[in-house]
């Protein structure tokens, strides 16, 4: 292999990636020690795929893999009359593939790869909850909690049984400010806990009043709380 200095990058990524074979990594290891140039690019490679050494298992690459994704990249523009030669089967990985082609697709690879780390870590993290609410009936026992995560979603779990007429319905409702009113969080259905989505309201507050009525079935006709209050309780910001 014949290592341009125009293209330290290009070589700095594909032996980062381990996409040389062992000769081909060998040789830049040995111009590595020689070469500051190299060796910083190698460095710098490191550093740009650091999320994949932490963040993915190794797996095997298809032998067609270069012809997969050479066959997804759009055609190259024509020079001075000359027609693109396509890739054929006998394409290798070390260097069958055309120079720029390789580079947009080693590119291409690294910021998919780099995207499911980061897919992967926002699917799995706990998402915390902005402010908690303990809900209490009059005789000061705790019915309900409702967690309230700020993105229009809120969590509200029973802790106790409710009896509820066939034709009545359980409503969460929520005050975020006496000009707005008391606002609905949704409805839960069967009298089960639930996770709630409501319309967008503003981010929810310290001491805020959050309740669960009894409210006909399908909810408040008003867009308000009518019927009896089963429990309620204020918010705390979790410490």
Not at 95 to 109: D, K, N, Q
Request: aromatic share 4%; no cysteine; charged share 20%.
């Amino acid at each position: 292999m014949r290592i341009d200095r125009q293209d330290l990058a290009a070589i700095a990524d594909e032996y980062v990636l381990g996409l040389l074979d062992e000769a081909e990594a060998a040789q830049v290891e040995a111009e590595m020690a020689h070469d500051a140039a190299l060796s910083d690019a190698v460095a710098a490679a490191r550093d740009r795929f650091l999320p994949l050494d932490t963040g993915i298992e190794p797996v095997s690459v298809s032998p067609n893999l270069w012809d997969t994704i050479a066959e997804r990249l759009p055609d190259q523009v024509p020079q001075t009359g000359a027609q693109p030669v396509a890739p054929t089967a006998n394409d290798n990985v070390a260097g069958g593939v055309r120079p720029g082609w390789r580079s947009m697709a080693i590119s291409a690879m690294a910021a998919s790869l780099i995207l499911a780390v980061g897919l992967a870590w926002s699917v799995t993290r706990t998402v915390e909850p902005l402010v908690v609410a303990v809900l209490l009936n009059e005789a000061g026992e705790v019915q309900a909690v409702v967690e309230d995560f700020g993105n229009n979603t809120a969590s509200v779990r029973l802790l106790t049984e409710f009896t509820v007429p066939a034709d009545r319905t359980m409503q969460v409702w929520t005050l975020p400010s006496r000009d707005m009113g008391p606002m609905s969080l949704g409805l839960l259905e069967g009298a089960h806990s639930a996770t709630l989505h409501s319309p967008a309201l503003p981010k929810p507050q310290d001491t805020q009043l959050y309740e669960i009525t009894l409210e006909q079935a399908g909810g408040s006709p008003t867009g308000r709380p009518t019927g009896p209050i089963l429990a309620k309780g204020f918010a705390k910001l979790p410490r």
